[in-house]
Structure formats: C-alpha cells, structure tokens
C-alpha cells in the first residue's frame, strides 16, 4: 500500500485502460476519483469496489473531457474532498477512422479536444497542488501511433504526437519540483476504444473482421498478441515509486516491438 495518504485522478476511467489504472492505483492505496460516462450503477459499484480495495475514498466526476471549466472544476472538486491530486492519469480518448478527404471537422475537433487539449487542461489545475505538496506523478496514455502513424487515423496521431510534446515541456517545467511528467505508449490494447473501431476500418479498408485484427491491427506487432490493461496499469503504477523519480520526460513504448522495427 505504498499510495497510501496519496490522491490519483484518473480520466476516461470508468472503462478499459483507465479503470484498470484506477484499480491498480487503489490496490496500492490511494483515493481515487474516476472520470467518464457510464450506466450509474456500474460507475457506483465501480467506486464501492475501489474504496474496498483502497481503504480510502473513491468517487466519479463526470465532467466532459471536451469542457475546460468542467475539468478545472473537476481538478478543484478533487483537492476539495479528496486531496491531491497527487497522481494524475490523463486517459480519456476517443478515435474516428477515416481518410484525411472525408475526415468530418467536427470528429478533428473532438478528438483532439479529447485526447490531447484535456490533458493541458488537467495538467494546468493539477500541478499548482504537486509543487505545494512537492511530490507528482503525471502520467497521459499516448500510443504506439505518438511514434510511427497509420492511414486513416489523422486526428489520433496528430493528438497522440501532440501529447508526447506536451509531456517532454511539462517535464522540463517541472523537472526540480519532484514531479514526474510521462507517456505510456501501448501497441493495440484490447478495449472497447480498439473494438470500436473495427467495423470503420473494414468500411475503410474493404476487410472483414478477422482481417483487421489479424491483418491491421496486429500485423504491426511482433508479438501478434493484444496489450492487456492490466499490464499498461503496473507500469503506470511503477512509475508512480520512489524508484522511478529519475524517469521524466520520456515516452515509454509498450507495443509488443510495434516501433523497434
């Protein structure tokens, strides 16, 4: 329980990666505040589960990733009731496949918004409380494609590339300030956001399903298997040890060898 006294904000957790970062978080210790959309009584017992595990308080704020007063407000709600934060996970992402030409504006928009923005946003309100308790860990789910891109996915890459920058001058900002500032960037994990996706890029691609998971989606990992969230978390949570305070500004691959190549 060494998160124990420790407060970790989690966006885009009521699902997929991010509720595995907050159950990780939680089975260390920490008070966990969850973020996303979901049935109530599955992000209620969510949370129940959480404060079992933690000991400590767990609650969920649905404030919308696209709104920066909602995610200001967010962060301020946090320190109020819970304290911290003092782990910050930027996780809420959304994806849109579709050729540059055809690209609607209003999926650009959002993914960007979502996937990138929110996190400058979560960054900006969260780190006034870490240089006051002079300890934090940031953390952003980037992606395999912060690295290398793909056809079809402008907006992700382009907010994913953005992430890294934004993590890497973050860092540097707070470099002496006992904060740490890093990406995870995982090949395809296996979560609804990957599954979602599917059905555009057989339209896209003229492929069926078993030909965009064989032939799309693994075929650029050497691995030929799916990151599991579970292992995306124990990584997110060593990087939260005194024994990981020297790692800043880097973005970490975990992609089955996607980038080695």
């Not at 891109?149 to 973050?170: C, D, E, F, I, R």
């Not at 078993?210 to 292992?231: G, H, W, Y």
């Amino acid at each position: 329980m060494f998160l124990k006294g420790k407060t970790a904000l989690v966006t885009g957790s009521t699902s997929g990666i991010g509720s595995a970062y907050a159950s990780a978080l939680a089975q260390a210790g920490a008070a966990v505040m969850i973020n996303g959309f979901g049935d109530a009584q599955a992000i209620e017992r969510q949370c129940a589960a959480l404060a079992d595990a933690s000991g400590a308080r767990a609650v969920h704020d649905p404030a919308d990733m696209t709104k920066p007063e909602a995610i200001e407000a967010m962060v301020a709600r946090c320190h109020a009731e819970l304290g911290g934060p003092d782990i910050v996970v930027n996780n809420a992402g959304i994806q849109h496949v579709a050729p540059v030409a055809d690209f609607p504006p209003e999926k650009w928009d959002a993914i960007i918004a979502i996937n990138l923005t929110s996190a400058f946003h979560v960054m900006r309100a969260a780190i006034p409380h870490m240089r006051a308790s002079g300890w934090g860990r940031i953390i952003s789910t980037a992606s395999a494609h912060s690295l290398v891109a793909s056809p079809n996915k402008s907006a992700y890459v382009a907010a994913k590339h953005g992430l890294v920058g934004l993590t890497k001058t973050v860092a540097l900002e707070t470099a002496t300030d006992g904060i740490t500032v890093n990406c995870i960037s995982p090949g395809y994990v296996w979560t609804s956001l990957v599954e979602n996706q599917i059905p555009d890029t057989m339209k896209a691609r003229g492929l069926t399903r078993e030909q965009v998971i064989n032939d799309v989606l693994l075929s650029a990992q050497p691995t030929k298997t799916f990151v599991t969230p579970d292992q995306v978390a124990a990584f997110a949570l060593f990087l939260c040890r005194d024994e990981a305070a020297s790692i800043t500004g880097a973005n970490l691959s975990m992609d089955g060898g996607w980038t080695a190549a």
